[in-house]
């Protein structure tokens, strides 16, 4: 009898332990319809901006993404939370200036003035109302080019302790295009004077990247502004093209010929480092900017007369390096993105060979080589600003290709070797006509086009060397050996260095050839002039890179909102479990049975 009650009582525990984890696996019911409908749309290769019906009494959305469709609802893939409205929060001791709007306190308050006061009905901020949700973001955390993603957006609402989530919107398939070629600009922050070239000028649908160049480095690390008028002026209107163009990425440059005067000093010390560090990522953030590009000319020498130097500098190069991508990858967490860094690197050998850029490039995104300045008023002789080959008949003061070749031997990842294009001109004064002034002494540089020959060393804008070559004063020959061409005159005897159309599709396609990143230009303001706005040396490039797709994103990928930045990253502790599957007290349940029949038995 007692073995029949205990097989009866275990058949009878058995059938119970069947019933609870049929009950407990099934996905717990939310509301039974959806009300969110959720879109996805590509902004870039690595972007993706999402929008969703928004609903009443919310107080975040829960935005999942996956590569596999059947389990885009899952903990480990809540990529991020969209908690309030689309702007940033007041932050203590920040100028905002007039027409900033910040988060603080559960409103939105909107700068009358320039201040640094926390917000308050007054003078300094008007009060615009009460924070609600907003029901739209972009997803730039380690999306990848080329890639097919599923998302699902799913509503928090405030009822409960925690909150109690809500049905799941539809999953949406999203598949984002390819990586383009990087086309790097840099836009010169005085710009906006002479040449009356504002931010809103640069052709933001034909480059990947922009520049600003420069802001300037102080001795004790702080990154400050070069010119305290244009800086913030030019920098607000970035973060406003940057809501408009959110695939374009806007960087700071640090540093330059004229501004590398405490690299040195600042790199070797390690409190000055993280003022460094931490000044840079405070613009970058303050301006929606989406990186830094160090411009240290150069570590151990060779810059500008004045220039701290040590023969250490090639060593805490590579530190500063290590250090600023720990601290772009902690805040870029934070931020739900992947902020970049980049440098401009030497043409010239002898410099270049200081650093170790196999080390240095684990931590930049991409190195844009300065191949360009090969000559100059320095030179004994004309000869060509950027030849991509060496002309065997002139002096060796190496070439583009040269240049090249020996960073691609040096840096494993042949793709972050972006390839430096001059938009501008050098000219040479009193040139003999001989082989019409190529290879020829010279005396002195004329006047360029912003200045005397004083000012600006003879350094001309291309729009000024090409209307100058319509005057008749000027021929234009071609060096097929350097792949470049150059104008002379023998009335005025000026011998002019520069790359043109032909020149530059040349380089591109040289580009393609050695399977490089992209090319970087400086700078984009020599390429129109005045009162105009075509760019012919940039349609070169255009025009080289295409057949080699992708060129660029078609515009209808030009995103006319602002860019959230109002998201944070979950905790583990704070993610939701998968649905389905057995925990909780079913697995406690569970535990109970088992022991009790293992007694049993």
């Given at each position: 009898?007692?073995?029949?009650?205990?097989?009866?009582?275990?058949?009878?525990?058995?059938?119970?332990?069947?019933?609870?984890?049929?009950?407990?696996?099934?996905?717990?019911?939310?509301?039974?319809?959806?009300?969110?409908?959720?879109?996805?749309?590509?902004?870039?290769?690595?972007?993706?901006?999402?929008?969703?019906?928004?609903?009443?009494?919310?107080?975040?959305?829960?935005?999942?993404?996956?590569?596999?469709?059947?389990?885009?609802?899952?903990?480990?893939?809540?990529?991020?939370?969209?908690?309030?409205?689309?702007?940033?929060?007041?932050?203590?001791?920040?100028?905002?200036?007039?027409?900033?709007?910040?988060?603080?306190?559960?409103?939105?308050?909107?700068?009358?003035?320039?201040?640094?006061?926390?917000?308050?009905?007054g003078d300094y901020w008007e009060k615009l109302g009460p924070i609600t949700p907003t029901n739209t973001a972009v997803d730039y955390f380690n999306v990848t080019g080329n890639t097919t993603y599923y998302y699902i957006v799913v509503p928090v609402f405030k009822d409960g302790k925690d909150g109690k989530r809500g049905t799941p919107s539809n999953v949406i398939k999203v598949t984002t295009p390819p990586q383009p070629y990087r086309i790097v600009v840099y836009y010169i922050s005085w710009g906006i004077y002479a040449r009356a070239f504002s931010p809103y000028d640069v052709p933001f649908e034909n480059v990947t990247h922009v520049n600003y160049a420069f802001l300037k480095l102080l001795e004790n690390g702080t990154v400050t502004w070069a010119d305290p008028w244009a800086d913030p002026m030019n920098l607000e209107a970035f973060k406003e093209l940057k809501s408009r163009y959110p695939a374009v990425k806007f960087l700071i440059s640090v540093g330059g010929w004229t501004l590398s005067k405490y690299f040195s000093p600042v790199a070797a010390d390690p409190k000055k480092r993280q003022e460094f560090i931490k000044s840079a990522i405070a613009i970058i953030r303050k301006y929606n900017l989406d990186g830094i590009d160090i411009d240290w000319e150069y570590p151990g020498g060779g810059g500008m007369e004045g220039n701290y130097v040590s023969p250490d500098d090639p060593r805490n190069f590579i530190v500063l390096l290590k250090e600023f991508r720990k601290a772009l990858d902690d805040v870029g967490r934070e931020d739900h993105k992947h902020y970049l860094l980049t440098v401009a690197a030497p043409a010239n050998l002898e410099i270049a060979s200081r650093i170790d850029w196999k080390?240095?490039?684990?931590?930049?995104?991409?190195?844009?080589?300065?191949?360009?300045?090969?000559?100059?008023?320095?030179?004994?002789?004309?000869?060509?600003?950027?030849?991509?080959?060496?002309?065997?008949?002139?002096?060796?003061?190496?070439?583009?290709?040269?240049?090249?070749?020996w960073y691609i031997e040096h840096v494993p990842d042949r793709t972050k070797i972006v390839l430096g294009i001059p938009f501008y001109a050098r000219s040479f004064a009193n040139v003999p006509p001989k082989n019409h002034g190529l290879f020829q002494p010279y005396?002195?540089?004329?006047?360029?086009?912003?200045?005397?020959?004083?000012?600006?060393?003879?350094?001309?804008?291309?729009?000024?060397?090409?209307?100058?070559?319509?005057?008749g004063e000027y021929e234009y020959f071609w060096d097929n050996y350097s792949k470049v061409p150059w104008l002379y005159s023998e009335s005025k005897r000026i011998f002019i260095t520069f790359d043109d159309p032909r020149s530059i599709l040349i380089k591109t396609q040289y580009m393609l050839n050695q399977s490089l990143g992209g090319v970087m230009i400086w700078e984009i303001t020599a390429d129109r002039k005045p009162g105009t706005s075509s760019h012919p040396l940039l349609a070169a490039v255009l025009e080289g890179l295409q057949e080699k797709p992708p060129v660029w994103i078609p515009d209808k990928y030009v995103l006319g909102s602002n860019v959230p930045s109002n998201i944070t990253i979950p905790k583990p502790e704070t993610v939701p479990t998968k649905r389905g599957g057995v925990c909780g007290p079913a697995a406690i349940l569970i535990v109970a049975l088992f022991v009790l029949l293992k007694r049993n038995s």
């Open positions: 009898m007692r073995f029949i009650g205990v097989t009866c009582m275990k058949r009878a525990l058995a059938l119970t332990l069947v019933v609870i984890v049929i009950l407990f696996a099934t996905p717990t019911p939310v509301l039974s319809k959806s009300e969110i409908k959720l879109k996805a749309q590509p902004i870039a290769w690595d972007a993706v901006n999402l929008t969703w019906t928004p609903l009443s009494n919310v107080k975040a959305y829960e935005v999942y993404r996956s590569t596999n469709p059947r389990d885009v609802y899952s903990s480990p893939n809540l990529i991020f939370v969209v908690n309030w409205s689309n702007y940033t929060k007041y932050k203590e001791n920040w100028n905002y200036l007039p027409g900033e709007i910040v988060e603080y306190q559960g409103y939105l308050w909107k700068a009358k003035k320039v201040t640094s006061q926390p917000p308050q009905e080390e240095a490039s684990k931590y930049l995104d991409f190195i844009n080589v300065m191949t360009y300045d090969y000559i100059g008023p320095w030179s004994p002789v004309t000869g060509h600003n950027a030849p991509l080959y060496r002309n065997p008949n002139g002096p060796d003061y190496g070439s583009v290709d040269q240049t090249i070749k005396k002195g540089t004329p006047a360029g086009t912003w200045g005397s020959a004083a000012e600006t060393h003879g350094i001309m804008d291309y729009w000024d060397v090409a209307d100058k070559a319509k005057t």
